[in-house]
């Protein structure tokens, strides 16, 4: 059987490896736009604390991957699926334009969502989402730091990833002002209580929250950044974290039905039964994504298992929560997911 696994995050890594464990004829090849090799996500909103992130945050070397005979095309991006040939068609410096499959795995994860009204801004403000992006804040950072000063920052966003960041920023010593657009932070994942200690937390790192902003845009004022809400304010830099949007693209053009995500049944399959989708990507029938490290080891094991032919019963989700990586917070309640 040849399986084809678009993507080289925690989803497309953790179904190679058990697929490897479970199904020893098969040929499996990854496919991902990444150069660094695997890395852990959730480390990305601690970039700035530790100095070695960019080293440290690497789970596995693709020579590691391929090593445990897992076929790895890296730095090379997938721009079709062409559901008729069952062959997928990729650009970059591999020989192949093509790969065929028998099953194809859909691990494209997510990108940061930008608002919108932020659209024809987006040449001046940063997202964190990838390792890509952590090391062009750490770049912009490091200009500061040679000249023995701290950027000020503007972070859009008071859900977790903003929350997340800000934290670090001000840990690490910069400036930060965190624009929120409700009246509390966090609102979806905590209850009004938690919100109100993570404000004290935050406000105690050094970073100045601001709630219950609209902002309406951004404007370049000589070497600053002018954010707009009702008055303007200026920054070095402004790192824009909204939330995620799940690649689904390579899924609707190869006419796939998809959502919010791509849309699989409960066994991971798409609308094309030799395609399935896990991680960010994936859209379950009861309407969720299960955008969580646990949730999608789970699902990547059970696929790896079903295709193995050891379970018939469908994913279902494990009990799991998460914790917000704020320096110092610690939710007195469950979070809501
Ligand atoms: C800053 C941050 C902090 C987080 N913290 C936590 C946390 O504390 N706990 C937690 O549970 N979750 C956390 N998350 C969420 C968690 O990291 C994600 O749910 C998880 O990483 C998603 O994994 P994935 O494999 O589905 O997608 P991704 O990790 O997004 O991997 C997808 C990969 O596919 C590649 N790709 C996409 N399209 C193509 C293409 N066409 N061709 C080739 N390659 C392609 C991408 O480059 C990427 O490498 C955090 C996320 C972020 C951004």
């Not at 402004?238 to 689904?248: D, E, L, N, S």
Request: proline fraction near 4%; include cysteine; hydrophobic fraction near 40%.
């Amino acid at each position: 059987m040849d399986i084809v696994i678009i993507g080289s995050g925690i989803a497309g890594v953790s179904f190679a490896e058990k697929a490897r464990t479970l199904l020893p004829d098969a040929e499996i090849t990854l496919v991902t736009r990444e150069h660094d090799g695997y890395y852990s996500r959730p480390l990305l909103s601690r970039g700035f604390t530790r100095s070695d992130i960019e080293q440290s945050i690497i789970l596995k070397t693709f020579e590691q991957l391929r090593a445990g005979n897992i076929n790895v095309i890296a730095g090379t991006e997938v721009t079709a699926i062409n559901r008729e040939e069952k062959s997928v068609s990729l650009d970059g410096p591999c020989q192949e334009t093509s790969l065929s499959y028998d099953k194809l795995i859909l691990a494209q994860g997510s990108a940061a969502f930008i608002p919108p009204p932020f659209l024809p801004y987006r040449e001046l403000f940063f997202c964190l989402n990838s390792l890509t992006d952590l090391k062009a804040l750490r770049q912009f950072r490091e200009t500061f730091l040679n000249h023995n000063q701290h950027p000020s920052w503007a972070i859009i966003g008071g859900g977790l990833i903003g929350c997340e960041i800000a934290s670090d920023l001000a840990v690490a010593g910069d400036d930060v002002t965190l624009f929120h657009a409700m009246d509390r932070l966090m609102e979806r994942q905590l209850v009004a209580e938690d919100s109100d200690l993570l404000l004290n937390v935050l406000d105690d790192s050094g970073v100045n929250v601001l709630l219950n902003q609209n902002v309406h845009g951004f404007a370049e004022e000589d070497d600053k950044l002018c954010v707009t809400t009702d008055v303007a304010a200026e920054f070095d830099a402004v790192v824009v974290c909204c939330g995620f949007k799940p690649r689904t693209e390579l899924a609707a053009q190869a006419g796939l039905e998809i959502d919010r995500g791509i849309k699989v049944n409960n066994y991971l399959q798409t609308s094309d039964p030799d395609i399935y989708a896990l991680g960010d990507v994936a859209e379950l029938p009861n309407g969720k994504l299960y955008a969580f490290i646990l949730p999608i080891r789970s699902q990547s094991f059970w696929l790896a298992g079903f295709l193995a032919g050891q379970d018939n019963l469908g994913w279902t989700p494990p009990v799991f929560t998460t914790k917000a990586k704020v320096h110092g917070f610690d939710a007195v309640h469950p979070y809501i997911l």
